[in-house]
């Protein structure tokens, strides 16, 4: 499914779930993007970027902060909604969702369209 557009009815409906949840996160920040995680126990985690003088995360390293500073030690997946429709996953900062094993990113735009999937690169840690 890589670089394949998929239409939301063909997410599961826990990845709806973090869609949901990832554009909940940017409509209360007014930013740009979201993201959201799920961890292997099923919790899931949503965060919009941080732009402070002395800190900043983007939506998704904000969103995994959240997980893993609540617990959690591997993820299941992350969405990022907001992400450009022409960057390939690997623009975007998914690298952070691999150091917790995660399975698979999936892009997103504004609306909440996914652009793409991106499995875990050949030889993760997976």
Known sequence: ???AELDPP???PEDSKLLVLARGAMGRAEAGSGAAVRDTDGRTYAAAPVWL???SLTA???AVAAAVSSGATRLEAGVVVGADGDQRGEDQDVGV???LQAGYAILADRRGRVQQRVDTPEGGDR
């Open 97 to 99: 969702l691999w150091e």
């Open 10 to 12: 063909e997410l599961d």
């Open 53 to 55: 003088r002395t800190l």
């Open 60 to 62: 998704l390293q904000a």
């Open 1 to 3: 499914m890589t670089d």
